[in-house]
């Protein structure tokens, strides 16, 4: 009897598909390098306009020293980050879409090139489905996983750098709960990877329905059948809305998730921190900028986990 594929399975052909994707952006390797040098600047700066907070604190406000030379420092380290950004956005757009472009003309090609009987088995809905659906699916995943993957991967480090530079043992205990969130994400990975894949068989029906129901309309007016194919057809509709609610709802539960991990971690440094200040093992400005980097990782966290459900959705159309 044939067994049900292991995690580690179902990774290793992940990482396959992925690997099989990110072929067609071979030709564009030159744009991907230059927009991930972006996204580093990109990256580095934000973390170090979050240290800054030290210095503002600490000698600006406090003491009245360097005011100009923190300021200068500020005003070039937003324009690096501006600038940074957009060089990473769009190189690695165009990359992606000449990438999805190359794919989808592929896949054309792949499909005019079949056998009659190959074309006679399958409908014109779905093979529409294929090169519409499943590579706009593909599309969005090259995206983010070259775009945003990188650019809030590289923001997290950043950040968790600041935090360790501040105080190690203060990011310690804030970042003791992060662990505990991911065996939650994991599985909600997986739920929103089998859900996609059902979206996308929901979409394949309506498309067929579709592509009969007009192509055939002289059938349909002739035998009244308008009834009988509108009832069908809404059938389909509320089968894929069911699907695309339990989609939502899934991913919906990850903000709140890291919202309550972030909302302990916080409470924790509070608690050091009153004491670290009163104790002076650590400067005002100091821990204001650690409170500051801490607050900081929640965005690239939360899109992170708008990544990975664009991920699953990506593979869901890849095993298609």
């Known amino acids: 009897a044939e067994t049900a594929p292991t995690e580690v399975d179902m990774m290793r052909q992940e990482i396959a598909l992925f690997r ?21 600047g990109y990256a580095a700066a934000g973390a170090l306009l979050v240290a800054q907070m030290k210095p503002i604190f600490d000698k600006a406000l406090i003491a009245g020293q360097d005011v100009g030379r923190i300021s200068v420092v500020i005003l070039v380290l937003y324009a690096l980050k501006g600038v940074s950004s957009y060089f990473s956005t769009t190189l690695v757009a165009d990359a992606g879409q000449h990438a999805v472009t190359d794919l989808r003309n592929r896949l054309y090609e792949h ?29 969005a995943a090259v995206s983010e996983l070259a775009g945003d993957l990188l650019k809030e991967g590289l923001t997290i480090l950043g950040l968790l750098a600041v935090l360790f530079y501040m105080d190690w043992r203060l990011a310690l205990l804030s970042l003791v709960g992060m662990p505990l969130a991911l065996h939650p994400l994991l599985r909600l990975g997986q739920r929103l990877r089998a859900s996609n894949e059902t979206s996308l068989r929901r979409w394949k029906d309506i498309s067929e329905i579709l ?25 389909a509709a509320s089968r894929l809305l069911g699907v695309n ?4 709802r899934t991913t919906a539960v990850l903000p709140p998730l890291m919202e309550a991990v972030g909302g302990l971690a916080i409470i924790g440094a509070l608690w050091y921190g009153s004491w ?45």
């Open 20 to 40: 099989r994707l990110f072929e067609f952006t071979r030709p564009y390797r030159g744009r991907l390098t230059l927009s991930w040098l972006a996204t580093a």
């Open 111 to 139: 499909i005019l090139n079949q056998s009659f009987a190959f074309l006679g088995r399958s409908t014109t809905g779905s093979l529409m489905s294929h090169i519409t659906t499943d590579v706009e699916k593909i599309q």
């Open 211 to 235: 592509q009969e129901t007009i192509s055939g309309f002289r059938v349909v007016k002739a035998f009244g059948m308008e009834g009988f194919e509108i009832a069908r057809f809404q059938r």
């Open 245 to 248: 609610m339990r989609i939502t």
């Open 276 to 320: 670290a200040i009163r104790s002076e093992h650590i400067t005002t400005g100091a821990f204001v900028s650690f409170l500051t980097a801490l607050f900081a990782m929640y965005t690239p966290i939360k899109r992170l986990s708008r990544v990975n459900a664009t991920l699953q959705a990506a593979l869901a159309a890849g095993h298609r």
